[in-house]
């Protein structure tokens, strides 16, 4: 079946600091990988993308890395700050139509 | 650009009662999603619309209906509110049915308060 995990929270980080956020998923076939950001109140929309394994999505600093070998998704910053705290969702499609969700991640980056 | 538009955002019912989420995007998606948000749980899938006429169950249908009007409108009807129902509910929608490349673009949620 579908499925992904990421680590729990909350996760609280002083600014500055390097943020990881680990997720791993099971799939069929070949499946685009997703991180998508909540801000409190609002819905959720787009951080990055990869499509294919070994690609490299990036956005406002962040990070992550297909990889095909490990099943990983892994989010990265490298120097966080205050407007970064949110709940992170990792995300996986396979062919078709669906979407999984991780649980979500919340992050609070304090000055 | 509007998006995803979701009404209410904000609905507080009584047990037993009924109602419907709208959902409606200006961008001219085939497929079309409704989720639910509840702590420590991430995003269920309820139902979703893969193209105009088309509808389908995902992981938690029970108790929910749908209707997608046309291909701009999908809505979600709870006949008979219960307590278990209390989340935030969430529409979202997709360019093409069946690419599992392109994005969900989600609406600003629609917060479930049932008595």
């Known amino acids: 079946g579908n499925s992904v995990t990421q680590m729990e929270g909350p996760v609280t980080l002083s600014e500055e600091a390097f943020l990881t956020i680990n997720c791993t998923y099971t799939?069929?076939?070949?499946?685009?990988l997703f991180w998508y950001v909540q801000y409190p109140g609002e819905g959720l929309q787009l951080l990055l993308k990869?499509?294919?394994?070994?690609d490299k999505g990036s956005n406002k600093g962040f990070e992550a890395t297909y990889r095909k070998e490990t099943t990983s998704f892994h989010l990265e910053k490298g120097s966080v700050q205050v407007s970064d705290s949110a709940v992170y969702f990792c995300?996986?499609?396979?062919?078709?139509?669906?979407?999984?969700f991780g649980t979500g991640t919340s992050l609070t980056v304090i000055p | 650009n509007a998006g995803v538009t979701q009404t209410p955002k904000f609905q507080v019912l009584k047990t037993g009662q009924s109602m419907t989420l709208q959902c409606a995007q200006d961008?001219?998606?085939?497929?079309m999603y409704w989720y639910r948000q509840d702590p420590g749980m991430g995003l269920r899938l309820i139902y979703y619309?893969?193209?105009?006429?088309?509808?389908d169950k995902g992981e938690v249908p029970n108790g929910y209906n749908v209707s997608r009007l046309n291909k701009r409108e999908f809505s979600l009807r709870l006949e008979s509110a219960a307590p278990s129902q209390t989340s935030v509910y969430f529409c979202?929608?997709?360019?093409?049915?069946?690419?599992?490349?392109?994005?969900?673009?989600f609406g600003e949620g629609s917060r479930l308060t049932v008595l």
């Open positions: 799939a069929t076939g070949y499946p685009s």
């Open positions: 619309s893969a193209s105009e006429g088309t509808t």
């Open positions: 990869a499509t294919k394994a070994d």
């Open positions: 961008m001219n998606h085939n497929s």
């Open positions: 995300a996986l499609s396979p062919t078709g139509n669906q979407f999984y």
């Open positions: 979202a929608s997709r360019r093409l049915g069946g690419e599992n490349t392109g994005e969900l673009f």
